[in-house]
């Protein structure tokens, strides 16, 4: 059995990442969807299992914020932030979260003869901070199970689509002044119409790297 394992798609669903979950029995979403139109395309292809996310708004009330289930004998959690997992993952053979858009695999110490691994798919939408653009698929058979890191291409200017360098340095300056001024991102991104994740992810490298300019937080975005 192939699993299809994915998270923030952010309203993009790339035609290489509907030809890879080609086959899949069932796909996961580890939330930030951002609209119905991709859950309708991900369905065409194969049963979805997904979580909602921070940017999933009011059309996505109907999504649960966490989901435990068993699949092909199994056990799964998943949800959007690493931070929501259950403290005591031991019961599960897998647990899926997503938000940072940076691939992850982790396996726990084992308990009780289990191990558990905690996956984070990174992001297949739009790139972002110069990350990879990355999905997940898991193969299940008699011999037990294995996932695998999927890495797919991309442009040379994907980090920020339609939006200028210039325009870039602008909301980095933004945030970094609202932020000297204690205001939480949320906030700053409501303000001045800055995507909630861009946003956080600049407020984060200014509070985690004391003194850093605009062109530093651009350096480490990869732009």
Known sequence: MKIGILSDTHDLLRPEVSERLQGCACILHGGDISSRKILCQLEQIAPVKAV?????????????????????????????KKKDLPKDLSKYDLAICGHSHQYAEVWLPPVHMRRTLVLNPGSCGPR???????????????DGWQVKRIDLPHGA?????????????????????ETQKGRPFG???KKYGIDPALAEQIARLY???????AEGIMTKMGL
């Open 52 to 80: 909602r996310g921070n940017n999933d708004k009011d059309w996505a009330e109907a999504l649960p914020l966490s989901l435990d289930f068993v699949l092909a004998g199994l056990r799964f959690y998943m949800t959007h």
């Open 207 to 213: 509070v985690t790297h004391p003194g850093v300019t």
């Open 187 to 189: 906030e700053i991104a």
């Open 128 to 142: 972002r901070f110069g990350l990879p653009i990355t999905l997940a698929l898991m193969e299940i058979g008699a």
């Open 157 to 177: 200017k994907e980090a920020f689509p339609g939006r200028e360098t210039g325009d870039i340095r602008q909301r980095i300056e933004i945030v970094i002044r």
